[in-house]
């Protein structure tokens, strides 16, 4: 069946590093694809999507590409702040009445000034 | 625009009680769900609803019933609560469903965070 793998965390980085949070997936037919944040003490929020392959979603300064070939929807951002410590989540889609996405564990980071 | 509102936001409950988790929202989704997260197994789906007077089961819907007499309201129930049940509640919805349409944004709530001693 479909399944999302994400890196592990905690990720921490020095405020202003590159990041990159690694998530890959395996599906049947062509699954949009979503990174999901979640601020402490927040429900999750839509940080971005990407709805067929080598669509780039971006928002806030991370970026995200469809890689059908390789099957990864790896998040980006290419100088991060301390207000990015967060808990970043991958999650797959599918079509249907019951909106079931498929998430990824999570990937806690923390950013240090 | 208060989107999806979650009450109450901390509760502690002894084996055996029960109680409600309220989830509202005012966008006029069709779409409700509940899930839970715990610490290692990401979030999983208790149950949805894809309109007013129809629900069904997630992946994970034991110990747990909901009802959608309204488009705005999808409480979610515990009729005897467990020590396995505590965790951290979040109530999302969505707009529109449709056959043919792909999923969409979720909106989540701020979350519950329910202890079962």
């Known amino acids: 069946g479909n399944s999302v793998t994400q890196m592990e965390g905690p990720v921490t980085l020095s405020e202003e590093a590159f990041l990159t949070i690694n998530c890959t997936y395996t599906a049947t037919g062509y699954p949009s694809l979503f990174w999901y944040v979640q601020y402490p003490g927040e429900g999750l929020q839509l940080l971005l999507k990407a709805t067929k392959a080598d669509d780039k979603g971006s928002n806030k300064g991370f970026e995200a590409t469809y890689r059908k070939e390789t099957t990864s929807f790896h998040l980006e951002k290419g100088s991060v702040q301390v207000s990015d410590s967060a808990v970043y989540f991958c999650?797959?889609?599918?079509?249907?009445?019951?909106?079931?996405?498929?998430w990824g564990l999570g990937t806690s980071l923390a950013v240090n000034p | 625009n208060a989107g999806v509102t979650q009450t109450p936001k901390f509760q502690v409950l002894k084996t055996g009680q029960s109680m409600t988790l309220q989830c509202a929202q005012d966008m006029n989704h069709e779409y409700m769900s509940w899930y839970r997260q715990d610490p290692g197994m990401g979030l999983r789906l208790i149950h949805y609803?894809?309109?007013?007077?129809?629900?069904d089961q997630g992946e994970v819907p034991n110990g747990y019933n909901v009802s959608r007499s309204t488009t705005e309201d999808f409480p979610l129930r515990l009729l005897s609560a467990a020590p396995s049940q505590t965790s951290v509640y979040f109530c999302a919805s969505s707009p529109g469903t449709g056959t043919k349409r792909t999923n969409e944004k979720l909106f989540f709530g701020s979350g519950t965070q329910l202890s079962v001693l």
């Open positions: 999650a797959l889609g599918g079509a249907g009445n019951n909106r079931k996405l498929i």
């Open positions: 609803s894809v309109g007013a007077g129809i629900t």
